[in-house]
């Protein structure tokens, strides 16, 4: 298994647009969370999703919003992009839920000029 | 609020000798703690947990609930060890992740 899996690795984009973060867990788990980290700063959690359910949201616009497909499989919109939203966006996969150890992927890169 | 803090950015320790890296943190329900850790150009990892009160690579952390601590120990610091350490509050039954921002320690030859 090649552990959990992002794209794309890194892309731009331009203030007001729009982009759409991939991210496939390891094969077996359920859960997957979304996290962004800004330079310096620990991962900020955005989202979690088990079993294609919503089952947290952190503190973030409505601008940003994420869906679980049958596969487990995951993505993460964001709207009307803002040039604070430059950050490291990493997802992380687990079995399940509480007390479950998050397997990480390797990040995407998004910078908005 | 729920608030993850490690007050070093950086710290720099010689081979051989002990390492503390600090970890408080502000919760109002039972914490769930973690220590995850970044290696050169590899994605970020669990160290360990307090629930399992292992010892991992040599480091331990202690849950100090009064002083609402979970430091990072190891007694001898090796070259391997220089990496990014994150400290993390499990929130909630689902255990969304709240992290501190990181302490880079370095080990010096």
């Known amino acids: 298994d090649a552990g959990v899996t992002q794209s794309p690795t890194h892309l731009i984009k331009t203030r007001g647009q729009q982009v759409t973060l991939r991210c496939s867990p390891i094969?077996?788990?359920?859960?997957v969370s979304w996290y962004q980290q800004v330079l310096g700063q620990g991962p900020q959690f955005i989202f979690q999703y088990y079993e294609k359910e919503e089952r947290g949201r952190g503190n973030f616009p409505d601008r940003f919003s994420a869906r679980q497909f049958p596969n487990y499989s995951s993505e993460l919109n964001v709207n009307a992009l803002l040039l604070g939203d430059s950050a490291l966006y990493l997802c992380?996969?687990?079995?399940?839920?509480?007390?479950?150890?998050?397997?990480f992927g390797p990040g995407t890169r998004l910078t908005v000029t | 609020a729920q608030r993850v803090t490690q007050p070093e950015k950086l710290l720099s320790v010689f081979k051989g000798a002990p390492v503390e890296l600090k970890c408080n943190y502000s919760?109002?329900?039972?914490?769930?703690l973690f220590w995850y850790v970044q290696y050169s150009r590899q994605r970020l990892q669990l160290l360990l947990r307090?629930?399992?009160?292992?010892s991992i690579k040599g480091f331990t952390a202690d849950l100090n609930k009064g002083e609402t601590s979970f430091h990072l120990k190891k007694p001898f610091a090796q070259e391997e060890d220089s990496a990014m350490y994150y400290c993390a509050l499990g929130k909630g039954s689902n255990y969304q992740l709240i992290w501190g921002a990181g302490t880079k320690l370095i080990i010096k030859p």
């Open positions: 992380a996969s687990s079995t399940g839920l509480a007390g479950n150890e998050q397997y």
């Open positions: 094969s077996g788990h359920k859960s």
């Open positions: 919760y109002s329900g039972s914490p769930e």
């Open positions: 307090h629930i399992s009160r292992e």
